[in-house]
Structures are given as structure tokens and as C-alpha cells.
Nanobody
């Protein structure tokens, strides 16, 4: 069974940047879609960004477009989320998960353990 391990969370000031990493144990070659999700206090877990490693297609929720970038590195069996121009509203626990779709978390079968991102002055 696939396992996902996130890292890279932390405390950052508004306007700052962080890069999250997710190691996909078993590799990316048989992964159709994968992405990032987040859950803020009192809110449901939501899709942030998805990608299809095979063809490079990507999806971003409206609130992060132009600020976040999803990428993959097959040699390292990893995906990344580069987060720039961070806002306090981005504060959440971020999870790597698959498969990934824009409608929500209903179809996700595998989750990482989560990594906390806190944007605060």
C-alpha cells in the first residue's frame, strides 16, 4: 500500500514563502493523480492543488492561484508545493493525498500525516 510522508511546514510571516515536500513510498510511476489538501481550524478539509505526473497537468483552487506551484521529481519520488506570498488565511494543516481532484476529499484513499503551516506576524 502506498505511503505518503510530508515535511516542510513551519511558521512564516505574511508575504513569506515555504516549500512542502511529500515523499511517495513506492514511487510516482503508477500514480495517476496526487496533490495537496489543507484543513484550517473549524473548516472542512479542502483541495489546494492537484497534478497528474504523467502529463504534467495541474489544478489550483482559486484562493491560491498565482501564489502556489505544485511540482514533482520522479528521481526523488516526491511532489512539492511551493507557497509564495503567504497569507494568514493559508494557515492550516497541509496533507499530501491521492488520488486528487478539485471537488474535494471524498475520493482520497491515501493520506500523509500532515504538516502544520502557520502564517503569522
Amino acid at each position: 500500500e502506498v505511503q505518503l510522508v510530508e515535511s516542510g511546514g513551519g511558521l512564516v510571516q505574511p508575504g513569506g514563502s515555504l516549500r512542502l515536500s511529500c515523499v511517495v513510498l513506492g514511487g510516482l510511476s503508477d500514480v495517476y493523480s496526487i496533490g495537496w489538501f489543507r484543513q484550517a481550524p473549524g473548516k472542512e478539509r479542502e483541495t489546494v492543488s492537484c497534478m497528474t505526473p504523467g502529463d504534467g497537468s495541474t489544478y489550483y483552487t482559486d484562493s491560491v492561484k498565482g501564489r502556489f506551484t505544485i511540482a514533482s521529481d520522479h528521481a526523488k519520488n516526491s511532489i512539492y508545493l511551493q507557497m509564495n506570498s503567504l497569507k494568514t488565511e493559508d494557515t492550516a494543516v497541509y496533507y499530501c493525498g491521492l488520488p486528487c481532484g478539485p471537488a474535494g476529499t471524498y475520493g482520497v484513499h491515501h493520506w500523509g500525516q500532515g504538516t502544520q503551516v502557520t502564517v503569522s506576524s
